[in-house]
T-cell receptor, first 108, second 112 residues
């Protein structure tokens, strides 16, 4: 099955800093999403991005499907950005494939 | 507002007492699924449903049942809960198997 590797596993930032999270996946995928799991456990949709680049406020994402990776950019980080970020492709049965994620802590 | 609603949000129960976690979506999605999240194991799929009356096992179906009698609802049934089913449960829905997925708020279940 598809394997997902995210880096870095843990990241500590000072408020206002920028960061790039990377996701590599082992096989070609038809779709890919980025989620943020906040400290209360909720999974929040960030991007649905099978390919190309999208931006939403301080966040943007790029997926290069042919090279099997995706990037999530966080600019001017805020304490509310803390949590775990998941890059999630789907299998051909629709199963969402979660890796271990990147745990981000933004300090004030 | 488009949403996936799970109930209850928190539940503490005793071993062997049957329980149902409900999941409802108002987006007319065909595909719905259940996941459990455990420390060190990530999120794993329990069951999924491609459409009404069509359900199939995911990676960890043992101890769970589901039904899909109508498009909007996909309840998760634990007929005889055990402590190893203590977990954070999520329901997800999407238009079809390969479109954007949306999650419910999660249900934190403790079985004592």
């Amino acid at each position: 099955g598809i394997q997902v590797e995210q880096s870095p596993p843990d990241l500590i930032l000072q408020e206002g800093a920028n960061s790039t999270l990377r996701c590599n996946f082992s096989d070609s995928v038809n779709n890919l999403q980025w989620f943020h799991q906040n400290p209360w456990g909720q999974l929040i949709n960030l991007f649905y991005i099978p390919s190309g680049t999208k931006q939403n406020g301080r966040l943007s994402a790029t997926t290069v499907a042919t090279e099997r990776y995706s990037l999530l950019y966080i600019s001017s980080s805020q304490t509310t950005d803390s949590g775990v970020y998941f890059c999630v492709p789907s299998s051909n049965t629709g199963k969402l494939i979660f890796g271990q994620g990147t745990t981000l802590q933004v300090k004030p | 507002e488009a949403q996936v609603t799970q109930n209850p949000r928190y539940l503490i129960t005793v071993t062997g007492k049957k329980l149902t976690v409900t999941c409802s979506q108002n987006m007319n999605h065909e595909y719905m699924s259940w996941y459990r999240q455990d420390p060190g194991l990530g999120l794993r799929q329990i069951y999924y449903s491609m459409n009404v009356e069509v359900t199939d096992k995911g990676d960890v179906p043992e101890g769970y049942k589901v039904s899909r009698k109508e498009k909007r609802n996909f309840p998760l049934i634990l007929e005889s809960p055990s402590p190893n089913q203590t977990s954070l449960y999520f329901c997800a829905s999407r238009t079809t198997w390969d479109t954007e997925a949306f999650f419910g708020q999660g249900t934190r279940l403790t079985v004592v």
